[in-house]
C-alpha cells in the first residue's frame, strides 16, 4: 500500500470546485461545439452557458474548441479574440 500524501495545489483545488451546472457531457459538447464557435465569432460571447461550463472544467473539449476556433476564425480572415485566451485557460 503507498502512503505517500501529496499536497494539492491551487490549480489542482480550482479544478475540483469548478462550477458543473448547467451540466453538459463530453459527448454532447462534442456535438455542440460548432455551433458555440459560430456564435463567439458572432460576437456572441454569453451564449451556450452549459458550453461554457462544461469548457471551464475540461482541458480536452476546451482544446478542441479552441482549435477549431482558431482555425475558423483564419478561414473567416478573422482574429479569435480574448475568447481563445480563455479557452485555454488564461482569463475568466
Request: charge should be negative; glycine fraction near 10%.
Amino acid at each position: 500500500m503507498n502512503n505517500t500524501h501529496r499536497s494539492l495545489d491551487p490549480e489542482v483545488i480550482g479544478r475540483l470546485l469548478v462550477e458543473t451546472e448547467p451540466w453538459l457531457s463530453c459527448d454532447d459538447c462534442f456535438d455542440q461545439v460548432d455551433g458555440y464557435v459560430e456564435q463567439l465569432l458572432a460576437g456572441h460571447l454569453d451564449a451556450m452557458p452549459a458550453m461554457r461550463v462544461h469548457l471551464g472544467g475540461c482541458p480536452a473539449c476546451a482544446e478542441e474548441a479552441a482549435t477549431l476556433l482558431t482555425l475558423a476564425a483564419a478561414d473567416a480572415g478573422a482574429e479569435p479574440g480574448p475568447e481563445l485566451g480563455w479557452l485555454l485557460g488564461g482569463e475568466h
